[in-house]
């Protein structure tokens, strides 16, 4: 077991340097920094004397090795646009994302669940039919359209959301929360049901399809011909045989709702990380993208980390390795 | 003669199809006493395991009882509905499926599974109900029964494996066993040990068994009486040395001159021509007419009638007699 968690532990640093690596190569086509930096006044010696100073006259392959050594330390150098070291600004607006990530993961894990359960039991009834086909909906529109629908409906037509922002935050420490005012709270549904919707049709079908094939299978009739009740059959029995698959892809999703959490965020002007980058980006603010595109693959290989754990927890032919069996 | 615990009258269960409806099991009747073994045989598709998951009320819709009824202690069960029919499960009457390998929940303990059914149906303590696994893990013949007892099903054998299932249907203490072909997937040393528990456990505790298989040493071995289905309808019904030795219908005569015997030496086996025809292309009359060396006018026109001859009794107009086969 230790073994294993060090090897994959290896393998996700190995993952975090090539994920480094590409991202520093691709950082030379975006566009010249240096144009953003300097006004209309510069000379070639300005320009030149600037390059010099952030290191970007030498090879990208050494670029990246600065960059590697730094960052090991904590030290993601100096944001171009705002002259701020990147570690402050990142941890100034992480609160704001994984706030967001947190309240639409949970729904959609919580919803997704439930009505995947809930659709494959009552598989030929009305609500449940009603329910798959509004899910295609789901499934089907692209996020930053749910978003400005819903700001047309809530915010715009009825007045009851608000349309943009975080509302008023509290600090807590170096955490700003907007968990603990009215405000804060009303202004996260919006944008937690843009971002979860999608994540929660996808757990929801998934958690469907697995549902009906464990329901298929001889040890629910087993279960069933054993007179135990059908709650048990169905959440006891059948539910836990569906779970690592279904904590395979919502292990993915959570990561990839940090990680586009980037166009909710546009859409609703929220103040994190992803909109963070998207400025990063159209100012070739070097140090912010390589320290986000660090963060959010620490955040999935972390993730995933996670879920290979949670198998050992769930499925015991996975821990067989000592006892002989397969 | 006791009071049957089992007894099946008239029963009829139906399959609509777009294509009309189909009689997986037409007419069947029969009745099974405490302590008593009796044998289920026929070809894949005869309807043994039909009529089998009709008396525990485990069909799969849309097949449904049409007609005829199920006493189980004496108390009418076919027309029970969801809860009332879930208590029988269980309790009064168990169920050992085919596959040991997929008929245990691979996520759960064994132990849990065993006291999860005791639990379901006795009103006992938790730790009673602990207690009573690892008696009935000892009984079945587990070695270290208290410690395997935490063990989960991919620890065991297949064999094994159909061990703990034994337990499993019998934990309740049912008075009825329905044994859907409990050793075909087994290894033959394997299926003897298990035919030979099964005996052993009703004998003990006076459960009629309904032993359901295609294999006829199984029935010579283990069975009381013996059933013969032929396309959803029973051939011919009575004690299994009549049945094996002397059969009335030509049906029988024909399976057992298929079964390969060692004091017949070396000499080919007889094969029946043809073969069961589809559930939804019954000749009219009898259903064996268009393969029997038999048949005459009158059995393509009317199924035949029931005669009886002993403890005996078959559907067919033109009866082997006793003599002729011996």
């Not at chain 1, 600065?66 to 705002?82: D, H, I, P, T």
């Not at chain 2, 559930?279 to 199924?303: I, T």
């Amino acid at each position: 077991m230790l073994a294993y968690v060090i090897q994959r532990v290896a393998q996700s640093a190995l993952v975090l340097l090539v994920v480094g690596l590409v991202a520093f190569s691709m950082f030379r086509f975006v566009g010249d920094p240096i144009d953003n930096m300097l006004g209309q006044e510069r000379t070639q010696a300005d320009i030149d004397r600037l390059r010099v100073v952030l290191g970007l006259d030498q090879p990208f392959v050494v670029q990246y090795y600065k960059f590697l050594e730094s960052a090991v330390q904590g030290n993601f150098g100096v944001s171009y646009r705002q002259g701020r070291p990147v570690s402050e600004i990142l941890m100034e607006r992480a609160p704001a994302t994984l706030e967001l990530a947190a309240v639409s993961g949970f729904l959609a894990i919580s919803l997704g669940i439930a009505l995947g359960v809930f659709t494959a039991i009552r598989r030929n009834g009305f609500a449940a039919n009603a329910i798959m086909s509004v899910s295609l909906i789901g499934v089907s529109l692209p996020t930053f359209l749910i978003g400005i629908l819903l700001i047309y409906l809530f915010s715009v037509e009825l007045g009851w959301l608000p349309s943009f922002g975080r509302g008023e935050t509290v600090k807590i420490g170096g955490w700003s929360t907007g968990f603990l005012t009215e405000s804060g709270l009303k202004a996260l549904i919006l944008p937690s049901i843009t971002l979860g919707l999608y994540q929660m049709t996808l757990i929801m079908r998934l958690v469907r399809s697995e549902m009906l094939e464990v329901l298929r299978q001889d040890y629910i009739r087993f279960a069933r011909a054993r007179g135990l009740k059908e709650r048990a059959v169905n959440f006891h029995h059948a539910l836990k045989n569906t779970l690592v698959p279904v904590i395979t892809v919502t292990g993915l999703q959570l990561g990839s709702i940090i990680a586009f959490a980037i166009i909710t965020e546009t859409v609703f002007q929220w103040p994190g990380v992803g909109l963070l980058f998207i400025n990063a980006i159209q100012f070739v603010d070097i140090p912010v993208m390589a320290a986000y595109l660090m963060l959010i693959s620490v955040m999935f290989v972390g993730i995933n980390l996670i879920v290979d754990l949670l198998y050992f927890a769930i499925d015991p032919r996975l821990r067989a390795d000592r006892t002989g069996g397969h | 003669m006791t009071k049957p615990i089992l007894s099946i009258r008239d029963l009829t269960v139906e399959i609509p199809t777009r294509h009309g409806i189909l009689r997986p099991v037409d007419g069947v009747s029969y009745d099974i006493t405490a302590g008593e073994i009796l044998g289920v045989v026929g070809e894949s598709g005869a309807g043994k395991s039909m009529a089998g998951n009709a008396v525990i009320g485990l069909l799969s819709p849309p097949a449904h009882i049409s007609k005829g009824e199920i006493h189980v202690n004496g108390r009418r069960v076919d027309q029970l509905q969801g809860d009332a029919m879930r208590k029988l499960r269980g309790k009064e009457i168990g169920m050992v499926f085919q596959d040991p390998l997929t008929s245990l929940n691979p996520l759960l303990r064994i132990g849990d599974q065993l006291t999860e059914t005791m639990l379901a149906h006795l009103d006992i303590s938790r730790a009673e109900a602990d207690k009573r696994a690892v008696a009935a893990l000892e009984e079945v013949g587990i070695p270290g029964a208290a410690e395997r007892v935490g063990s989960y099903p991919h620890e065991f054998s297949g064999g094994m494996r159909q061990r703990v299932v034994i337990a499993l249907a019998l934990c309740a203490e049912p008075s009825l066993i329905i044994a859907d072909e409990p050793t075909t997937a087994l290894d033959v040393s394997v299926q003897a040990q298990i035919i030979a528990l099964l005996k052993r456990l009703c004998r003990d505790r006076g459960t009629a068994v309904m032993l359901i298989t295609h294999d006829m040493g199984v029935i010579a071995e283990a069975a009381d009486r013996v059933a013969v289905m032929y396309a959803g309808k029973l051939a011919e019904l009575g004690p299994v040395r009549d049945v094996l030795t002397a059969p009335l219908h030509p049906y029988t005569d024909g399976l057992m001159g298929s079964t390969p015997l060692a004091s017949r030496g070396k000499a080919r086996l007889h094969q029946i021509p043809g073969a069961m025809p589809r559930l939804d292309a019954l000749p009219p009359g009898c259903a064996f007419s268009p393969r029997c060396p038999k048949v005459q006018a009158v059995c393509r026109q009317d199924p035949g009638p029931h005669i009886e001859d002993g403890a005996g009794r078959a559907a067919c107009f033109f009866p082997l007699s006793r003599e002729e086969v011996a």
